[in-house]
């Protein structure tokens, strides 16, 4: 069925009819309702070419992926993926992705954006300083962070979750259960959410007058590989912490086998509090002992970007221009009470 056609079955123009399905706000909620079910029902797709022709819009959502070999592949994008793509789906948006040289994403995006092919763009993996935004600022299409940039202007649309507070909580439970040594398995440092992350752990412990020691620091790809690796080299230390805090659950898999196999309990030799992304193949209830957690869905995130990304192209509903959400504290047992010294 092509637009005519569906046109004519229900007695409507063929620009009203375009312009329900593209969100117009001029076409009252009735007939939009209207259109919709009927697409729903003959299985209509829109000529994508034709559509641009008549909107000035591609439809599409743009974004740069940077590769390079040896670069290991990242679960965590991959949830924040599908949730874009549940809601693009919804609205029949699609992706751009181009791939890029990571000492090259700057030029790729401008690439992008001047290409014609996407209306708006999306960037995360924030970085301090983050030489990106400015180009972005200068562009004249909508783009939307998903992060924050540590040391720049906070004058940019993005969505983040308060990686500081998440972490001076959790540091603050594990105080409270009288933990004084503490260690920090963390993201790569260059990362926007990994300082944040440290700076929420170095508040909380300054209050108590600690610190932590930079031999119980790491900054490293968020894999269960590296979470093993940097956690069987902690528990060598002469004093070794008894609590952790871990960026990931993909990192504290690693950190929780090389608990195991040093023949510690975790929970009571060892506590254990790790931030979940809400991964799909990777529960931290599911553990052996449940992971007390810091929680905010990568997946949801994925969803609201699309939802405001394709509400600012289509004009059909405003949205905060910041939003800065609080993560949950789910305890559970790989917390306890420091043991005796």
């Known amino acids: 069925m092509n637009l005519k056609q569906l046109s004519q079955m229900l007695g409507l123009s063929q620009t009203t009819v375009s312009r329900a399905l593209n969100g117009y706000p001029e076409v009252n909620r009735e007939t939009r309702e209207?259109?919709?079910?009927?697409?729903?029902?003959?299985?209509?797709?829109?000529?994508?070419?034709?559509?641009?022709?008549a909107t000035g819009k591609a439809g599409s959502i743009g974004l740069v992926m940077p590769t390079a070999p040896g670069n290991p592949t990242d679960l965590h994008f991959g949830e924040f993926l599908t949730g874009l793509g549940e809601e693009a789906l919804r609205h029949d948006f699609h992706f751009v992705v181009t791939p890029a040289d990571p000492n090259d994403e700057v030029g790729a995006l401008k690439r992008l954006a001047v290409s014609g092919?996407?209306?708006?763009?999306f960037v995360n993996y924030m970085r301090g300083h983050d030489p990106r935004l400015d180009m972005l600022k200068s562009l004249s299409m909508p783009?939307?962070?998903?992060?924050?940039?540590?040391?720049?202007?906070?004058?940019?649309?993005?969505?983040?979750?308060?990686?500081?507070?998440?972490?001076?909580?959790?540091?603050?439970?594990l105080l409270q259960l009288g933990h004084r040594r503490f260690a920090l398995?963390?993201?790569?440092?260059?990362?926007?959410?990994?300082?944040?992350?440290?700076?929420?752990?170095?508040?909380?412990?300054?209050?108590?007058?600690?610190?932590?020691?930079?031999?119980?620091?790491?900054?490293?790809?968020?894999?269960?590989?590296?979470?093993?690796?940097?956690?069987?080299?902690?528990?060598?230390?002469?004093?070794?912490?008894?609590?952790?805090?871990?960026?990931?659950?993909?990192?504290?898999?690693g950190a929780v086998r090389a608990i195991n196999q040093a023949k510690l309990k975790l929970g009571e030799d060892i506590s254990l509090i790790a931030h979940d992304d809400v991964l799909t193949l990777l529960k931290p209830e599911n553990f052996t002992v449940p992971l007390t957690t810091t929680r905010s869905?990568?997946?949801?995130?994925?969803?609201?970007?699309?939802?405001?990304?394709?509400?600012?192209?289509?004009?059909?509903?405003?949205?905060?221009?910041?939003?800065?959400?609080?993560?949950?504290?789910?305890?559970?047992?790989?917390?306890g009470v420091a043991p005796a010294e």
Request: proline fraction near 4%; charge should be negative; aromatic fraction near 6%.
């Open 34 to 53: 209207r259109v919709l079910k009927a697409v729903q029902e003959t299985g209509y797709r829109p000529n994508k070419a034709a559509q641009r022709l």
């Open 297 to 335: 869905s990568l997946r949801a995130a994925g969803v609201r970007i699309a939802e405001r990304l394709i509400a600012g192209i289509k004009h059909t509903e405003t949205f905060p221009e910041q939003e800065l959400w609080k993560t949950e504290l789910i305890v559970r047992a790989s917390t």
């Open 143 to 173: 783009f939307l962070v998903h992060g924050r940039s540590i040391g720049s202007e906070p004058d940019y649309p993005f969505l983040d979750i308060d990686n500081e507070a998440a972490f001076y909580d959790a540091t603050k439970l």
């Open 185 to 253: 398995l963390n993201g790569p440092m260059y990362l926007d959410f990994a300082i944040r992350r440290k700076n929420g752990v170095d508040a909380a412990l300054a209050e108590r007058g600690l610190a932590l020691d930079e031999a119980c620091i790491s900054h490293t790809a968020m894999t269960d590989e590296q979470g093993l690796l940097v956690m069987e080299r902690i528990l060598q230390l002469d004093k070794r912490p008894t609590a952790i805090l871990c960026s990931s659950t993909v990192l504290a898999l």
């Open 117 to 121: 092919n996407v209306d708006a763009l």
